[in-house]
């Protein structure tokens, strides 16, 4: 069993006084192995500003792109319903056209 992360150091819960007139808190331990793991892509240096700077030009790119086409699709459902609406207001029957 691995001893508790304070007990590691040397410093001990007994060591520490409790506040008067609070019950003494529970020492919660955790057991779990951390090992150092390699990690796949460096986050220190020149190279993870590199990565940085791509992905957020890619992020930029992406976000333009959508909001370049997103109104292409989304124009239709409002203009389609906008001239039937005027075609009512000026007492054509909805679909006519230029006819009147």
């Given at each position: 069993?691995?001893?508790?992360?304070?007990?590691?150091?040397?410093?001990?819960?007994?060591?520490?006084p409790?506040?008067?007139?609070?019950p003494?808190?529970?020492?919660?331990?955790?057991?779990?192995?951390?090992?150092?793991?390699?990690?796949?892509?460096?986050?220190?240096?020149?190279f993870?500003?590199?990565?940085?700077?791509?992905?957020?030009?890619?992020?930029?790119?992406?976000?333009?792109?959508?909001?370049?086409?997103?109104?292409?699709?989304?124009?239709?459902?409002?203009?389609?319903?906008?001239?039937?609406?005027?075609?009512?207001?000026?007492?054509?029957?909805?679909?006519?056209?230029?006819?009147?």
């Amino acid at each position: 069993m691995l001893p508790h992360r304070r007990e590691a150091h040397g410093i001990k819960a007994s060591d520490r006084p409790a506040p008067s007139g609070t019950p003494p808190s529970p020492v919660i331990t955790c057991h779990a192995v951390f090992r150092h793991q390699e990690l796949p892509l460096n986050t220190q240096g020149p190279f993870a500003t590199l990565y940085v700077g791509i992905a957020l030009c890619a992020f930029y790119i992406a976000l333009v792109w959508i909001n370049t086409l997103l109104p292409m699709f989304l124009q239709p459902l409002f203009i389609i319903p906008a001239t039937w609406l005027l075609e009512v207001m000026q007492g054509k029957k909805p679909g006519a056209g230029g006819q009147g």
